[in-house]
T-cell receptor, first 113, second 112 residues
Framework: EDQVTQSPEALRLQEGESSSLNCSYT??????LFWYRQDPGKGPEFLFT???AGEEKEKERLKATLTKKESFLHITAPKPEDSATYLC??????????????FGIGTKLQVIP | NAGVTQTPKFRVLKTGQSMTLLCAQD?????MYWYRQDPGMGLRLIHY???????AKGEVPDGYNVSRLKKQNFLLGLESAAPSQTSVYFC???????????FGQGTRLTVV
Protein backbone atom coordinates (compact mmCIF):
# COMPACT_ATOMS: atom_id res chain seq x y z
CA GLU A 1 0.00 0.00 0.00
CA ASP A 2 1.28 3.43 -0.89
CA GLN A 3 2.00 5.38 2.28
CA VAL A 4 3.50 8.64 3.39
CA THR A 5 4.75 8.91 6.96
CA GLN A 6 6.04 12.06 8.60
CA SER A 7 8.10 12.34 11.78
CA PRO A 8 8.13 13.70 14.32
CA GLU A 9 4.48 14.64 14.72
CA ALA A 10 5.48 17.72 16.67
CA LEU A 11 8.77 19.54 17.15
CA ARG A 12 9.60 22.39 19.46
CA LEU A 13 12.78 24.35 18.76
CA GLN A 14 14.46 27.35 20.26
CA GLU A 15 15.02 30.20 17.83
CA GLY A 16 18.26 29.50 15.99
CA GLU A 17 18.24 25.76 16.79
CA SER A 18 18.53 23.91 13.48
CA SER A 19 16.77 20.59 12.91
CA SER A 20 15.21 18.33 10.27
CA LEU A 21 11.78 16.97 9.53
CA ASN A 22 11.39 13.57 7.91
CA CYS A 23 9.00 12.26 5.28
CA SER A 24 9.29 8.59 4.36
CA TYR A 25 7.28 6.97 1.62
CA THR A 26 6.49 3.59 0.20
CA UNK A 27 5.49 4.32 -3.37
CA UNK A 28 6.70 2.40 -6.35
CA UNK A 29 7.90 4.52 -9.19
CA UNK A 30 8.13 7.84 -7.38
CA UNK A 31 6.99 10.70 -9.56
CA UNK A 32 7.88 13.51 -7.26
CA LEU A 33 7.54 14.60 -3.68
CA PHE A 34 6.02 17.86 -2.52
CA TRP A 35 6.39 19.94 0.61
CA TYR A 36 3.72 22.31 1.83
CA ARG A 37 3.50 24.70 4.76
CA GLN A 38 0.19 25.14 6.59
CA ASP A 39 -0.45 27.94 9.05
CA PRO A 40 -3.28 27.58 11.60
CA GLY A 41 -6.67 28.27 10.07
CA LYS A 42 -5.27 28.46 6.54
CA GLY A 43 -4.86 26.24 3.54
CA PRO A 44 -1.54 24.58 2.68
CA GLU A 45 0.97 26.70 0.79
CA PHE A 46 3.21 24.99 -1.74
CA LEU A 47 6.94 25.09 -0.94
CA PHE A 48 8.95 22.62 -3.03
CA THR A 49 8.82 19.86 -5.59
CA UNK A 50 11.56 17.20 -5.69
CA UNK A 51 11.65 14.72 -8.54
CA UNK A 52 14.77 12.58 -8.21
CA ALA A 53 17.05 11.17 -5.53
CA GLY A 54 19.86 13.57 -4.73
CA GLU A 55 17.86 16.64 -5.67
CA GLU A 56 17.84 19.59 -3.29
CA LYS A 57 15.72 22.76 -3.18
CA GLU A 58 16.17 25.79 -0.93
CA LYS A 59 14.00 28.65 0.17
CA GLU A 60 15.22 31.04 2.84
CA ARG A 61 15.94 28.91 5.92
CA LEU A 62 14.43 25.75 4.44
CA LYS A 63 16.19 23.10 2.39
CA ALA A 64 14.47 19.99 1.10
CA THR A 65 16.36 16.88 0.07
CA LEU A 66 15.27 13.59 -1.44
CA THR A 67 16.59 10.04 -1.30
CA LYS A 68 15.08 6.88 -2.73
CA LYS A 69 13.10 6.24 0.46
CA GLU A 70 12.63 9.56 2.22
CA SER A 71 12.81 13.30 2.12
CA PHE A 72 14.13 15.71 4.70
CA LEU A 73 13.15 19.28 5.31
CA HIS A 74 16.11 20.95 6.97
CA ILE A 75 15.45 24.13 8.91
CA THR A 76 18.53 26.24 9.56
CA ALA A 77 18.49 28.83 12.35
CA PRO A 78 14.68 28.91 12.51
CA LYS A 79 12.72 31.98 13.51
CA PRO A 80 9.32 32.12 15.25
CA GLU A 81 7.68 32.92 11.90
CA ASP A 82 8.71 29.46 10.70
CA SER A 83 6.22 27.97 13.15
CA ALA A 84 3.66 26.02 11.12
CA THR A 85 2.67 22.50 10.16
CA TYR A 86 4.77 21.11 7.34
CA LEU A 87 3.12 18.57 5.05
CA CYS A 88 4.70 16.30 2.53
CA UNK A 89 2.78 14.72 -0.32
CA UNK A 90 3.44 12.15 -2.99
CA UNK A 91 1.60 11.76 -6.31
CA UNK A 92 0.38 8.28 -7.07
CA UNK A 93 -0.63 7.49 -10.65
CA UNK A 94 -4.21 6.51 -11.22
CA UNK A 95 -5.91 5.14 -14.31
CA UNK A 96 -6.67 7.76 -16.91
CA UNK A 97 -3.46 9.65 -16.28
CA UNK A 98 -4.53 11.47 -13.13
CA UNK A 99 -2.11 11.50 -10.23
CA UNK A 100 -3.77 11.16 -6.85
CA UNK A 101 -1.82 13.02 -4.21
CA UNK A 102 -1.34 11.29 -0.85
CA PHE A 103 -0.54 13.62 2.02
CA GLY A 104 1.22 12.86 5.28
CA ILE A 105 -0.37 14.05 8.52
CA GLY A 106 2.32 16.66 8.94
CA THR A 107 4.89 17.84 11.46
CA LYS A 108 3.79 20.70 13.68
CA LEU A 109 6.81 22.94 14.24
CA GLN A 110 6.92 25.49 17.03
CA VAL A 111 9.87 27.87 17.23
CA ILE A 112 10.26 29.56 20.60
CA PRO A 113 11.84 33.06 20.74
CA ASN B 1 -5.51 38.40 -7.79
CA ALA B 2 -7.54 36.48 -5.19
CA GLY B 3 -6.28 32.96 -6.02
CA VAL B 4 -8.67 30.35 -4.61
CA THR B 5 -11.67 31.60 -2.65
CA GLN B 6 -13.97 29.39 -0.60
CA THR B 7 -17.45 30.30 0.60
CA PRO B 8 -18.53 30.07 3.41
CA LYS B 9 -15.65 30.00 5.90
CA PHE B 10 -17.70 28.51 8.73
CA ARG B 11 -20.99 26.64 8.87
CA VAL B 12 -22.98 24.64 11.38
CA LEU B 13 -25.52 22.18 10.02
CA LYS B 14 -28.04 19.91 11.64
CA THR B 15 -27.98 16.25 10.72
CA GLY B 16 -29.93 15.72 7.53
CA GLN B 17 -29.62 19.27 6.24
CA SER B 18 -28.06 20.02 2.89
CA MET B 19 -25.60 22.65 1.81
CA THR B 20 -23.26 23.64 -0.99
CA LEU B 21 -19.68 24.83 -0.63
CA LEU B 22 -18.44 27.12 -3.35
CA CYS B 23 -14.89 27.31 -4.64
CA ALA B 24 -13.80 29.95 -7.11
CA GLN B 25 -10.37 30.39 -8.71
CA ASP B 26 -9.16 33.21 -10.90
CA UNK B 27 -5.96 31.60 -12.24
CA UNK B 28 -7.55 29.89 -15.24
CA UNK B 29 -6.58 26.50 -13.81
CA UNK B 30 -7.93 23.36 -15.43
CA UNK B 31 -7.71 21.10 -12.39
CA MET B 32 -9.73 21.64 -9.22
CA TYR B 33 -10.01 19.52 -6.10
CA TRP B 34 -11.98 19.16 -2.89
CA TYR B 35 -10.19 17.79 0.17
CA ARG B 36 -11.20 17.22 3.74
CA GLN B 37 -8.77 17.48 6.65
CA ASP B 38 -9.39 15.74 9.95
CA PRO B 39 -7.22 15.62 13.09
CA GLY B 40 -4.61 12.87 12.93
CA MET B 41 -5.26 12.25 9.24
CA GLY B 42 -3.72 13.72 6.15
CA LEU B 43 -5.66 15.65 3.60
CA ARG B 44 -8.00 13.26 1.79
CA LEU B 45 -9.32 13.86 -1.68
CA ILE B 46 -13.11 13.86 -2.00
CA HIS B 47 -13.68 14.70 -5.68
CA TYR B 48 -11.73 16.39 -8.40
CA UNK B 49 -12.22 17.87 -11.84
CA UNK B 50 -9.84 17.96 -14.78
CA UNK B 51 -11.79 20.58 -16.70
CA UNK B 52 -15.11 22.33 -17.16
CA UNK B 53 -17.98 19.87 -17.20
CA UNK B 54 -15.90 16.97 -15.81
CA UNK B 55 -15.81 15.46 -12.33
CA ALA B 56 -14.34 12.31 -10.81
CA LYS B 57 -14.32 10.53 -7.47
CA GLY B 58 -11.40 10.76 -5.14
CA GLU B 59 -10.51 8.78 -2.05
CA VAL B 60 -13.59 9.54 0.11
CA PRO B 61 -16.49 10.52 -2.19
CA ASP B 62 -19.44 8.96 -0.36
CA GLY B 63 -22.02 11.48 0.84
CA TYR B 64 -20.75 14.25 -1.43
CA ASN B 65 -21.55 15.46 -4.92
CA VAL B 66 -19.75 18.01 -7.07
CA SER B 67 -20.32 20.08 -10.16
CA ARG B 68 -18.07 22.12 -12.44
CA LEU B 69 -20.37 24.02 -14.75
CA LYS B 70 -17.89 26.85 -15.19
CA LYS B 71 -14.12 26.53 -15.38
CA GLN B 72 -13.55 28.90 -12.50
CA ASN B 73 -16.04 27.32 -10.07
CA PHE B 74 -16.16 23.95 -8.33
CA LEU B 75 -19.10 23.23 -6.05
CA LEU B 76 -19.21 20.60 -3.30
CA GLY B 77 -22.65 19.48 -2.14
CA LEU B 78 -23.78 17.60 0.92
CA GLU B 79 -27.28 16.27 0.33
CA SER B 80 -27.94 14.95 3.83
CA ALA B 81 -25.27 15.99 6.29
CA ALA B 82 -24.02 13.52 8.90
CA PRO B 83 -21.85 14.15 11.99
CA SER B 84 -19.05 12.16 10.29
CA GLN B 85 -18.83 14.99 7.76
CA THR B 86 -17.70 17.41 10.44
CA SER B 87 -14.33 18.51 9.08
CA VAL B 88 -12.35 21.29 7.50
CA TYR B 89 -12.83 21.34 3.75
CA PHE B 90 -10.24 22.70 1.37
CA CYS B 91 -10.56 23.48 -2.28
CA UNK B 92 -7.47 23.58 -4.46
CA UNK B 93 -6.61 24.20 -8.07
CA UNK B 94 -3.65 23.51 -10.31
CA UNK B 95 -2.63 24.42 -13.83
CA UNK B 96 -2.31 20.86 -15.04
CA UNK B 97 -1.63 17.38 -13.67
CA UNK B 98 1.27 18.62 -11.58
CA UNK B 99 -0.02 18.60 -8.01
CA UNK B 100 1.67 21.88 -7.08
CA UNK B 101 -1.71 23.17 -6.11
CA UNK B 102 -3.01 26.42 -4.73
CA PHE B 103 -5.34 25.98 -1.78
CA GLY B 104 -8.20 28.05 -0.47
CA GLN B 105 -8.50 29.15 3.15
CA GLY B 106 -10.81 26.32 4.10
CA THR B 107 -14.39 25.89 5.31
CA ARG B 108 -14.91 24.63 8.83
CA LEU B 109 -18.10 22.59 8.85
CA THR B 110 -19.73 21.22 11.97
CA VAL B 111 -22.66 18.82 11.73
CA VAL B 112 -24.63 18.46 14.95
Amino acid sequence: EDQVTQSPEALRLQEGESSSLNCSYTVSGLRGLFWYRQDPGKGPEFLFTLYSAGEEKEKERLKATLTKKESFLHITAPKPEDSATYLCAVPIPESGGYQKVTFGIGTKLQVIP
Amino acid sequence: NAGVTQTPKFRVLKTGQSMTLLCAQDMNHEYMYWYRQDPGMGLRLIHYSVGEGTTAKGEVPDGYNVSRLKKQNFLLGLESAAPSQTSVYFCASSFDRRPEAFFGQGTRLTVV
